[in-house]
């Protein structure tokens, strides 16, 4: 199995909304990660989880937050978003945090109303 | 925080012909990895080139690695309908981040 699972594929979520993105993988990869990509626009670095412990914020906004429940499993809530953050927001793993390849699930296609 | 800079930014090429772009980056890597993104939807690994290597081959694709210039090229050979998508290149350093990426259009 080498895939990484996103849930839901598309969410629509108002402005005082709180909803949570789900990531899951189950190849046992010690590294997570979220990224946000923009429409024409690379993705961008948002989280890392190493050993189930953050070890990135790329200074993310506090409405953004993330959690690593176990090594399988990565959540991304979600709360009071700003139309500006609509985007496909991507989560992958990897065996050890980049001396690796990086598996990418399909995304969420975000849009906050 | 180190990114790569792909050049060029889009291109277009016939069917069977070849496609190369280039990534240039910052600072000292650990390896590059290149990636690809069909529209809107999640990246597929190519390839990644460690930092003590200087070429390798996957299938269609040869990836070329200069430390000394900090530069890096991806060739697709014999190129087909199905390898139009976005190219990025990731400069592994302590992370995994992605440059603008080149966008390559195969007419049939």
């Known amino acids: 199995d080498t895939e990484v699972t996103q849930t839901p594929k598309h969410l629509v979520m108002g402005m005082t909304n709180k909803k949570s993105l789900k990531c899951e993988q189950h190849?046992?990869?010690?590294?997570m990660y979220w990224y946000k990509q923009k429409a024409k626009k690379p993705p961008e670095l948002m989280f890392v989880?190493?050993?189930?412990?953050?070890?990135i914020n790329e200074s993310v906004p506090s409405r953004f937050s993330p959690e690593c429940p176990n090594s399988s499993l990565l959540n991304l809530h979600l709360h009071a978003l700003q139309p500006e953050d609509s985007a496909l927001y991507l989560c992958?793993?990897?065996?050890?945090?980049?001396?690796?390849?990086?598996?990418f699930g399909q995304g969420t296609r975000l849009t906050v109303v | 925080s180190q990114q790569g800079e792909e050049d060029p930014q889009a291109l277009s090429i016939q069917e069977g012909e070849n496609a190369t772009m280039n990534c240039s980056y910052k600072t000292s890597i650990n390896n590059l990895q290149w990636y690809r993104q069909n529209s809107g939807r999640g990246l597929v690994h190519l390839i990644l080139i460690r930092s003590n290597e200087r070429e390798k081959h996957s299938g269609r694709l040869r990836v070329t690695l200069d430390t000394s210039k900090k530069s890096s090229s991806l060739l697709i050979t014999a190129s087909r309908a199905a390898d139009t998508a976005s190219y990025f290149c990731a400069p592994h350093d302590y992370k995994l981040s992605f440059g603008a990426g080149t966008t390559v259009t195969v007419r049939a």
């Open positions: 992958a793993s990897s065996q050890d945090g980049g001396n690796t390849e990086a598996f």
């Open positions: 989880y190493s050993y189930e412990k953050l070890s």
């Open positions: 190849m046992g990869h010690r590294a």
